[in-house]
């Protein structure tokens, strides 16, 4: 360890190095739980690329293993430390270079946090839409390690289709240069996209190009109360079979209502089963409105609430928003899933949640990104009770069997880190496992960028 800060110190300036085991401690983990957590040897918040460099460079000769790190509030695992690890935190590389109304593209440092961006584009009349929940503090490049999502990816997808090209400090120090900042480019294999959802496992971004879009109208939303989860979602493959595209097609079991209810004063009945949400960024979002207004009647919605205006939009969108805080108010401890399943069998994978639920004697609330089939079920326990942990560990894991069965995937947006890996390599086989591991020793031969995360 002597060694290690001797050879961090000759090429980095002292505020950057953190040593002191209190303050590592803050850097040790993100918000996921069950996964274990190791005590780093140090703590480097470089603010540029050279200070990457450096730090990469000593790893590789020391053969130390580096665990990248933005804000840390990624739910899989996947930002925490090893023991005798360099935590790379790259929080303080936080500029926005360049935004370019012409060509479109923003070009940030992985430091950026998501609504930094957001509203640094707004006033140039652009939109960058990927929007996790976490987007007042997330950063950019944790966006891009775990391929995140948000609420507005029925209609404008997620990170991955933004990332245009990157920079990238390999694990040898080594600089890349990925992709490109036109609007085409389809030169050689395409290397941005590796690294979108690696999870830092194949090299440190430092510098990210993304695309942006013209800045859409103000949306108006549609509250929908139905009095089954069937019901529900019976509507929401009916708004997507019939070619609408909303800006947010979101939905909240009972549970999440209701807890949604205790929490913020809602107002919604007690007697809603489902809650679905809809809003629309077109030129006439109040016509689309009544279209899908008359969908959810036809499905067997109890109510159906349009809004008149942004204002009274967003109040209907508080209570999507105060949901996971909402859940978590439950119980002493959550762990929350990712499950995406096709939209057609987004009611099979809700009543199949109910079920697991009732056979675990465990409160799991559901929210979802409907249009899109991503559940978050929300599993609620009490982590002082061995047994109750024990029994929200295998009801998570039976949630993630039942999205495969559906013919989903462990995880929409929320990565593998360490909590998922069994269930990545049930997912992807044998064949599929070897190969990527195979990508991950080309990139990483040593096995020192962010080891035992995804495999």
């Known amino acids: 360890m002597d060694d290690l800060l001797e050879r961090l110190r000759a090429g980095l300036p002292p505020e950057t190095l953190i040593t002191d085991p209190e303050v590592m401690v803050s850097y040790a983990r993100d918000m996921a739980s069950f996964c274990a957590v190791g005590s780093p040897a140090v703590v480097v918040l470089p603010r540029t690329v050279e200070q990457v460099q450096h730090v990469m460079r000593t790893a590789t000769a020391l053969r130390v293993p580096v665990v990248p790190q933005g804000a840390r509030t990624g739910l899989s695992g996947a930002a925490n430390a090893s023991d005798g690890c360099v935590v790379l935190s790259l929080t303080r590389m936080d500029r926005i270079l ?7 593209i923003a070009v940030v440092e992985p430091g950026v946090v998501n609504a930094a961006l957001s509203r640094a584009v707004a006033e140039h009349g652009l939109y960058y839409p990927p929007d996790p ?39 040898d120090g080594r600089l890349l240069s990925t992709g490109r900042r036109t609007a085409k480019g389809v030169a050689g294999y395409d290397l941005t996209r590796l690294f979108v959802g690696s999870e830092g496992s194949l090299g440190i971004v430092v510098k990210a190009v993304l695309g942006l879009r013209p800045k859409p109208p103000p949306q108006l939303v549609l509250g929908a109360e139905f009095g089954s989860a069937a019901a529900a979602c019976e509507a929401v493959c009916a708004i997507m079979e019939r070619g609408h595209t909303p800006s947010l097609l979101e939905l909240m079991d009972r549970t999440t209502v209701r807890a949604v209810n205790a929490l913020g004063n809602m107002g ?7 809650l679905v949400l809809v809003a629309f960024d077109t030129p006439d979002p109040a016509a689309d409105l009544a279209a899908v207004g008359e969908i959810c009647r036809a499905a067997g919605a109890t109510e159906v609430v349009p809004a008149d205006t942004p204002a009274e939009s967003e109040l209907l969108l508080q209570a999507r928003r105060m949901s996971l805080t909402a859940l978590e108010k439950i119980a002493s401890a959550t762990m929350i899933d990712d499950v995406c399943v096709p939209r057609s069998r987004l009611g099979a994978m809700l009543d199949g949640t109910a079920a697991i639920a009732e056979r675990f004697g465990l409160t799991i609330g559901v929210c979802a990104h409907a249009g899109d089939g991503n559940t978050h079920p929300v599993v609620c326990f009490d982590h002082t009770d061995p047994d109750e942990s024990r ?24 990565g593998v880190g360490t909590l998922k890996k069994e269930w990545l390599a049930r997912e992807l086989g044998p064949v599929g496992i070897e190969l990527q591991k195979g990508i991950k020793h080309t990139f990483d031969p040593l096995n020192i960028l962010n080891p035992g995360k995804l495999f």
Not at 394 to 413: H, P
């Open 133 to 171: 929940s976490s987007w007042e503090t997330c950063t950019i490049g944790g966006n891009i390690g775990t391929a995140s999502g948000g609420l507005c990816c029925v209609k404008y997808g997620v990170t991955a289709e933004y990332v245009l090209g990157l920079e990238v400090v390999l694990a």
């Open 391 to 414: 029994r929200a560990l295998e009801s998570f894991d039976a949630i993630m069997a039942l999205g495969l069965e559906l013919g989903g995937t462990i995880t929409g947006e929320h």
């Open 268 to 274: 919604l009945p007690e007697t809603t089963e489902a």
């Open 98 to 104: 360049e935004i370019s109304p012409v060509d479109r």
